[in-house]
Antibody, heavy 117, light 109 residues
Framework: QVQLQESGPGLVKPSETLSLTCIVS????????WSWIRQPPGKGLEWIGY???????KYNPSLKSRVTISIDTSKNHFSLNLSSATAADTAVYYC???????????WGQGTLVTVSS | QSVLTQPPSVSGAPGQRVTISCTGS?????????VHWYQQLPGTAPKLLIY???NRPSGVPDRFSGSKSGTSASLAITGLQAEDEADYYC?????????FGGGTKLTVL
């Protein structure tokens, strides 16, 4: 079955760029939408944005100026870059299949990223 | 605050029926966008429970059901079990972005 696995640094300094990758296994990354979603400790879920296998993207307007999502179909993975990180970006970051209009039907296990000096 | 409004907590005894509401507006649920529900057990990733308002993915018990009316949606759980104790989130679409409710903590008494 399809599995998603996030990877990246668990600690990022303020003002630096938070970078994560989601490796998709068990199926091709093509023909689907792929999203990033985050959850601050003890809080609810926030959709960050999605990318289609073709490369088209859509971002949450509240984060749009700082977010870039990219995809590498040859490696079956997609990535998140969030620039100018602050403590408010500390969260568990999940990658998921879906675009926010359709349901998120597959999720990674999540990775905690802490923004701190 | 969240675009979709959920009660912070609900509770029920084993075997009972509970419902969780999800209130939106004319720009999301009321605009005809579908509603999806997720169950998040402590320390784990959310799991899709209901998609497109009322459909269950394979493996989800029929004790879970969803409905929608106007600008609101509901998740119903019948025959409550201890293993149902979790956080539940509704999700829809609004202004070109995915939006979630704030989450509801279900306690099984």
């Amino acid at each position: 079955q399809v599995q998603l696995q996030e990877s990246g640094p668990g600690l990022v300094k303020p003002s630096e760029t938070l970078s994560l990758t989601c490796i998709v296994s068990g199926d091709s990354i093509s023909s689907y939408y792929w999203s990033w979603i985050r959850q601050p400790p003890g809080k609810g879920l926030e959709w960050i944005g999605y990318i289609y296998y073709s490369g088209s993207t859509k971002y949450n307007p509240s984060l749009k100026s700082r977010v870039t999502i990219s995809i590498d179909t040859s490696k079956n993975h997609f990535s998140l870059n969030l620039s100018s990180a602050t403590a408010a970006d500390t969260a568990v970051y999940y990658c998921a299949r879906g675009n926010g209009n359709s349901a998120f039907d597959m999720w990674g296990q999540g990775t905690l990223v802490t923004v701190s000096s | 605050q969240s675009v979709l409004t959920q009660p912070p907590s609900v509770s029920g005894a084993p075997g009972q029926r509970v419902t969780i509401s999800c209130t939106g507006s004319s720009s999301n649920i009321g605009a005809g966008y579908e509603v999806h529900w997720y169950q998040q057990l402590p320390g784990t990733a959310p799991k899709l429970l209901i998609y497109d308002t009322r459909n269950r993915p394979s493996g989800v018990p029929d004790r879970f059901s969803g409905s929608k009316s106007g600008t609101s949606a509901s998740l119903a759980i019948t025959g409550l079990q201890a293993e149902d104790e979790a956080d539940y989130y509704c999700q829809s679409y609004d202004s070109s972005r995915g939006v979630f409710g704030g989450g509801t903590k279900l306690t099984v008494l």
